[in-house]
């Protein structure tokens, strides 16, 4: 079965170690980089293939690269803000990893980073690593193209990468734009919570982790408050 919550935490900062969970089929290193920004990064590594994905290189490729080492398939870009994409560049050019992300989003990371989007991503589409699957589940809001992946683990509850979609304690920053916030609300109680269990591990872009059982009685209250 996979590991139990109790033997990864999800607790780095930048400069300090990665943390590893390792699921029957999928290993899982998130770390920290930029001392500033504090940014989350994800490696998800096929057990059985020994391919590589990598959620967000937000920052510091001497950070990622080492953890990466010589193989790298894809990047997933979850969102168009800059803090999530500036080390995109100095990733591809060592790994020649394909860029995917949502489709409204891609041209903006594009103009950004000068790497062009190999795969733009749409609510309900696939991601593969290796043997295993990953759901994008698209969240508009925070920004019109922000995606999240779920993985389904057949042996265990799902596991959900929000970017900045998500936290603890609330959805992500819509800049006080009431139509915006609605809009993101709406498609986090619908996409996520309406189809995923209490027990869904997720992983935000910064920050601690939590489940959606911890987050779901706030629902109401973060609706309420308007942020």
């Given amino acids: 079965m996979s590991d139990a919550p109790t033997t990864y935490t999800g607790a780095v900062k930048p400069g300090g170690p990665a943390d590893v969970r390792k699921l029957d089929r999928l290993t899982v290193t998130k770390v920290a980089v930029d001392a500033q920004m504090s940014n989350n990064c994800y490696l998800l590594r096929c057990r059985s293939t020994g391919e590589q994905l990598l959620i967000d290189a937000a920052a510091e490729p001497e950070t990622l690269l080492p953890l990466i080492g010589e193989e790298l398939a894809t990047v997933v870009t ?3 803000h800059w803090d999530h994409h500036r080390a995109l560049a100095d990733v591809t050019a060592a790994t020649g990893a394909a860029t995917l992300a949502g489709e409204p989003d891609a041209a903006a990371i594009t103009e950004a980073t000068g790497v062009p989007v190999s795969r ?7 991601v593969a690593v290796g043997d295993c699957t990953l759901e994008v589940i698209a ?3 925070h920004t019109p193209g922000s995606v999240a992946l779920v993985y389904r683990d057949p042996e265990g509850t ?3 990468w929000t970017g900045d979609s998500l936290f603890p ?3 992500g ?3 006080q734009d009431p139509v915006r916030f609605t809009q993101l609300l709406d498609d986090v109680e619908e996409r996520i919570f309406g189809t995923l269990p209490d027990e869904t591990w997720f992983y935000p872009g910064h920050g601690d982790d939590s489940t959606l059982g911890a987050e779901r009685p706030h629902l109401a209250e973060w609706r309420e408050r308007g942020w």
């Fill in 173 to 175: 920053n819509t800049q």
């Fill in 158 to 160: 799902a596991h959900l």
């Fill in 169 to 171: 304690g609330g959805v």
């Fill in 139 to 141: 969240l508009r809001g």
């Fill in 120 to 126: 733009t991503l749409s609510h309900g589409d696939t």
């Fill in 78 to 80: 979850t969102h168009q």
